[in-house]
């Protein structure tokens, strides 16, 4: 098991930037890979950022590419999501979360594959 604190979010303008944060407790952090999900007002939760244990393997959803930046520091046991160039539809609760599984060279990108969740921070761009 893993316990996942999130801390950051808040409220911006749209054009400015926010880094959130995720740190682990429990297992160890190296083991296992982190993603980062959103769900706005109404919608289903989908899949913003991965990042492999080691670094190596990163993943970003198309509307979020080029503006956001998955990091984590291992020996820290946190991750990060730096956003920049923030849009209105980025308004959003953000969670942090862990897939535990072996990693088998892949990253996963479905919430369902992800077992232990942050409990979310609000992230609001204002126009």
């Known amino acids: 098991q893993v316990q996942l604190v999130q801390s950051g979010g808040g409220l911006v303008q749209a054009g400015n930037s926010l880094t959130l944060s995720c740190v682990a407790s429990?297992?160890?952090?190296?083991?296992?890979?982190m993603g980062w999900f959103r769900q706005g007002p109404g919608n289903e939760r989908e899949f913003v950022a991965a990042?492999?244990?080691?670094?190596?393997?990163?993943l970003y959803s198309e509307f979020v590419k080029g503006r956001f930046t998955v990091s984590r520091d291992n020996a820290k046991r946190t991750t990060s999501l730096e956003m920049s160039m923030l849009r209105p539809e980025d308004t959003a609760v953000y969670y942090c979360?862990?897939?535990?599984?072996?990693?088998?060279?892949?990253?996963?990108?479905?919430?369902?594959?992800?077992?232990?969740w942050g409990r979310g921070t609000q992230v609001t761009v204002s126009s």
């Open positions: 979360a862990a897939d535990l599984k072996p990693y088998g060279g892949g990253l996963d990108t479905s919430p369902t594959e992800f077992e232990n």
């Open positions: 429990g297992r160890t952090f190296s083991d296992y890979a």
């Open positions: 990042i492999s244990w080691d670094r190596r393997q990163i």
